[in-house]
């Protein structure tokens, strides 16, 4: 679980802080140094004797130089990251003809499912793929209760169907034009109250 309280929960958080370590990291400077091209002096520094300055092609030649070194640097780390991301990486790619099923959000909109919680169904259709736009795009047959969905599809948003008889049945979904949905709770089973503090909270157990 994740709170404003504990940020170090957020795994957003965290992957921000990972990427931004990794760049540090290839860099192998300061930020103020690979900027300035030159070593950040704090107020300690400021009596000591200051360094020889560069001027003309001197200056223009070591700029180029750490460019360049950071650009490498840079661009080894991303390759590194590249290499970890393309290990879980799977290539999907589907042909006109086939039948796959639709990824739905559990976010906005509304729902009716028969099944609550982890069990609901996180896919719909099977629907027919009647045009391939590109190797990561697709364009589905859509029945009319989705009409109000654009019919063309990125590849992470579809899997593939085994079973083209098995359908889900539209009549218990309704989503909204983004495919997204929530899950409402079809009967408060308990309810009591929590203390924090100087708050109190309410848990209630649903179906």
């Known amino acids: 679980m994740s709170m404003a309280y504990h940020p170090q ?4 958080s965290e992957r921000t802080y990972q990427t931004l370590e990794d760049m540090l990291r290839a860099v192998r400077c300061a930020p103020f140094e690979a900027l300035y091209g030159k070593k950040c002096r704090s107020p300690i520094m ?3 004797v200051r360094e020889d300055q560069l001027i003309g092609p001197e200056l223009v030649q070591e700029t ?5 070194q950071i650009k490498d640097r840079l661009k080894a780390a991303r390759d590194c990251q590249k290499s970890y991301a393309d290990k879980r990486r799977k290539h999907l790619e589907f042909s006109v003809g086939d039948y796959v099923l639709l990824k739905v959000s559990p976010w906005k909109g509304v729902v009716h499912f028969e099944k609550k919680g982890k069990l609901a169904p996180r896919f ?6 009647i045009e391939k736009v590109s190797p990561a795009a697709y364009m589905l047959d859509l029945p009319e209760e989705l009409d109000d969905v654009h019919d063309m ?11 083209p ?17 929530v899950e409402e709770p079809m009967e408060i089973l308990e309810k009591k109250f929590k203390m924090l503090k100087r708050s ?5 157990k649903v179906r």
Do not use: Y
């Open 165 to 181: 008889t098995l359908q889900m049945p539209l009549d218990e979904i309704q989503v909204d034009d983004k495919l997204n949905f």
């Open 153 to 163: 599809f990125h590849v992470s948003n579809l899997k593939k169907c085994l079973a």
């Open 200 to 204: 109190r909270i309410t848990i209630v």
């Open 124 to 129: 719909v259709g099977p629907f027919e793929i």
């Open 46 to 48: 400021w009596a000591e």
């Open 9 to 12: 929960t957020d795994g957003q």
């Open 64 to 68: 180029t130089e750490k460019i360049s």
